[in-house]
């Protein structure tokens, strides 16, 4: 069964938001999510300075079988791309909430995020 | 639809497979990592659970007379043991299925059709078969299959072997078949041997009632264990033969397909004296130069980038509508995407540069040869 970290936030189209600390918070995609993916080969993330809206694609995930758009969870600017999964996609599916992680927003506006226990129950996902 | 179960679901369940439906079937789509498993087949082996392909049974005095008539091939010109790719066309030449027939005697055949057309051909070789002196017999429901892909299986499978029954193992070519002892938890049984298989890989395919295969299949993983032999699903499957370069039902060819626009002209049989279901239309299709100087034909394309094309995708070339993609994924064995796709046949000449609509941005993909990949002997 595929995990689920409880100190993130979750949206509906799979991706995790990082605590807000603050500062600008990571985002990737669920365990859940890659999973369901497979193994992922390719990843197109929204540029540095670039303006996500929450609820819009702002990327891709692909796959060998599929691709998925990107939905931004949260609205802000992108402060940083992680370079390292852009360079090795498969560390989506072997660490998604850590060296997985895809980019850094400075939050103006959240979408509407579920807690980790209210994301698990859609999916079944393990706490 | 009702699902089906083939006689290795516990042993895919207990192995962690995730299932997709395929043809009816409940398969597994893949066990840890799809891009492992198509890597373990490219250099050691994979085993693969096609229990839901069909197999028929076509024996009596017309056997091949029957066969001539009912499939595209002249199926009997082909010697005992050895086995023909071929295809069942409609009255109008379109594919109702590919599939691999077995002599296994002067009077008899095992015809093997994909899972989702099995019930179809059959019915279809039943009405065919009016005229023939032939018994007709669908065994798909009581037959497993196991197949052992990939650069080890011989090895693999000479364990399970009798000493000396190997010589009819190694000296076994392909595309031919024999029945060989094969030790099942300690008991020697003879079992139908086929040295073919669907990933661009040596391999072999053994046909096996439900009852023993699942012994079979924990044997064969035991005696493959020391060879990197790994359950392998479809996922893997799809991406090995699509690098292989072979059609796959339902993506390449369908009802609405005929052979030389896929390619498979050489398959068809215009000069075999007999008639045969299709004959006329495709000696229409041919003479009228369809996949050669007119209408699509099936292509290969590689992408030059890094997004890959996928199934219904649209080709264009200088804005226009060209063609659509049948089958597109990134290649786990050559690094870039590749695709096929039906293309017209004014563009479909190698290194031809076309532009394929990934969701509304065009990627630029070249018209290459098929295979994309071919095993080095």
């Known amino acids: ?10 949206s509906a189209e799979h991706e995790w938001v990082a605590a807000d600390g603050g500062g600008p918070v990571g985002i990737g995609i669920s365990a859940v999510a890659a999973d369901a993916l497979g193994d992922i080969v390719y990843v197109d993330l929204p540029e540095v300075g670039s303006t996500v809206t929450a609820g819009e694609t702002c990327g891709e995930v692909e796959s060998t079988k599929s691709v998925s758009d990107l939905y931004a969870p949260v609205t802000g600017e992108v402060t940083e791309i992680n370079d390292g999964v852009v360079a090795d996609p498969a560390l989506i599916n072997s660490d998604p909430y850590g060296a997985g992680w895809l980019f850094k927003v400075a939050v103006t506006e959240e979408g509407p995020l579920m807690s980790a226990e209210e994301y698990a129950a859609t999916n079944g996902g393990e706490l | 639809m009702t699902e089906n179960y083939t006689a290795l679901y516990d042993q895919h369940k207990k192995a962690g497979a995730s299932f997709t439906d395929f043809g009816g079937w409940q398969m597994p789509l893949k066990y840890t990592s799809e891009l492992a498993e198509h890597h373990a087949v490219r250099n050691a082996a994979g085993l693969f659970d096609l229990s839901h392909m069909g197999e028929v049974w076509v024996t009596g005095p017309d056997a091949g007379a029957f066969l001539d008539y009912a499939l595209a091939g002249k199926l009997s010109a082909i010697a005992v043991g050895k086995a023909k790719y071929s295809l069942i066309c409609d009255a109008d030449g379109g594919i109702i299925d590919d599939l691999i027939s077995y002599r296994r005697g002067e009077e008899k055949y095992l015809v093997v059709p994909n899972a989702g057309n099995a019930t179809k051909v059959a019915a279809a070789l039943v009405e065919r078969a009016a005229n023939f002196d032939v018994a007709v017999e669908d065994v798909s429901a009581e037959t497993s299959l196991i197949a052992v892909q990939g650069p080890n299986a011989e090895a693999i499978l000479l364990q399970l072997v009798p000493a000396e029954q190997h010589s009819l193992v190694t000296e076994l070519k392909y595309y031919a078949a024999v029945e060989v002892g094969i030790a099942v938890n300690g008991k020697v049984q003879t079992l139908l041997l086929a040295r073919t298989g669907y990933t661009g890989e040596d391999g072999f395919e053994i046909y096996v009632p439900n009852d023993d295969a699942a012994r079979l299949w924990e044997a064969l993983l035991d005696a493959g264990a020391a060879h990197g032999l790994i359950p392998a699903g479809l996922a893997c499957r799809d991406s090995l033969r699509l690098e292989a370069g072979m059609p796959l039902y339902g993506n390449e060819l369908s009802l609405r397909v005929n052979a030389y626009a896929a390619g498979l002209g050489p398959v068809v049989s215009l000069a075999k004296e007999s008639d045969f279901v299709g004959k006329e239309a495709l000696a229409a299709i041919k003479a009228a130069g369809v996949g050669s100087t007119m209408g699509q034909k099936l292509v290969g394309l590689k992408g030059m980038g890094r997004r890959a094309a996928r199934g219904h995708y649209p080709v264009l070339k200088d804005g226009t509508l060209v063609g ?37 941005k065009a990627e630029r993909f070249e018209v290459v040869a098929l295979p994309f990949y071919k095993r080095s002997k």
Not at chain 2, 328 to 356: F, I, K, N, R, W
């Open chain 1, 1 to 10: 069964m595929s995990k689920v970290v409880s100190e993130l936030k979750y």
């Open chain 2, 324 to 360: 659509e993609v049948t089958s597109g994924q990134p290649s786990p064995t050559l690094g870039y995407p590749v695709a096929m796709a039906y293309v017209d046949v004014e563009h479909s000449e190698v290194g031809t540069v076309l532009d394929v609509d990934l969701r509304g």
